[in-house]
């Protein structure tokens, strides 16, 4: 969803993000063992965060709150879907602009600025993390993300390779009578069968989505 405003995937380059294995940057293990590396990768990101804007595909979902109930389950980290208007968002792998506790309540505070560093402490005095779900860790906000599922109406699957379990798991969580869309250039072997594939990029494949849905909202 947010390639096309010029944030890198780790599935672009084979599991890399900016020439790291998600091993190093990306898992428990990784935190444990080079926490530095871990919290400059994601201040780095942070930073590039800041350079970059909403694309078209992000605006264009923002409108379709003028016709629809819109539910926004990401896998994103980014705060792209805010910035272009949408309102109700669930960050179903955590919020890059967050930091967490370390500590046994797991609270979340805004990171001021840009950094996130080594002795950055909760005020119970527990080191801060990057609020992010790592490889390896549970999602919490799964059954929110399945409570949304099983009450929709239409779903609309953007950029995914639909590999990535368990949020993969969440597109066959809809009625059966519930139709499915799936924006993607690439084929996709892991789609629901009764999916209509739109085999083109998010922007392009937004745009030519909202034909069909707001002739008939």
């Known amino acids: ?12 380059n084979d599991g890399l993000w900016n020439n790291h294995s ?12 080079n926490r530095e590396l871990v919290l400059e990768f994601y201040n780095d990101r942070r930073q590039q965060l800041k350079t970059v804007k909403p694309n078209e595909g992000h605006l264009e979902i923002a409108k379709w709150q003028d016709h629809f109930n819109i539910e926004i389950i990401t896998q994103n980290v980014d705060n792209l879907h805010e910035r272009a208007g949408s309102k109700s968002i669930l960050h179903l792998h ?12 797991e609270k979340t505070f805004e990171i001021k600025g840009d950094m ?26 799964m059954d929110d993300a399945l ?3 099983s009450e929709t109406d239409i779903l ?20 059966t009578n519930c139709p499915i869309y799936v924006i993607d250039p ?32």
């Open 1 to 12: 969803m947010s390639a096309e405003s010029g944030l890198n995937t780790f599935r672009d």
């Open 22 to 33: 998600i091993y190093d940057v990306a898992t428990p293990e990784a935190w444990e063992r």
């Open 94 to 105: 955590g919020e890059l602009i967050k930091s967490r506790s370390t500590g046994p309540s």
């Open 116 to 141: 996130l560093d080594n002795g950055d402490l909760c005020p119970e005095g527990y080191q801060l993390r990057p609020h992010v779900v790592w490889f390896g860790e549970n999602v919490p906000a």
């Open 147 to 149: 409570k949304i599922m």
């Open 156 to 175: 609309v699957i953007v950029g995914t390779s639909l590999n990535v379990y368990p949020a993969a798991g969440l597109a066959f969580g809809v009625s």
């Open 186 to 217: 690439k084929d996709l072997d892991n789609a629901p069968k009764n999916a209509i594939h739109i085999k083109e990029k998010a922007i392009s494949g937004l745009k030519k989505l909202s034909s069909i849905l707001l002739q008939t909202s």
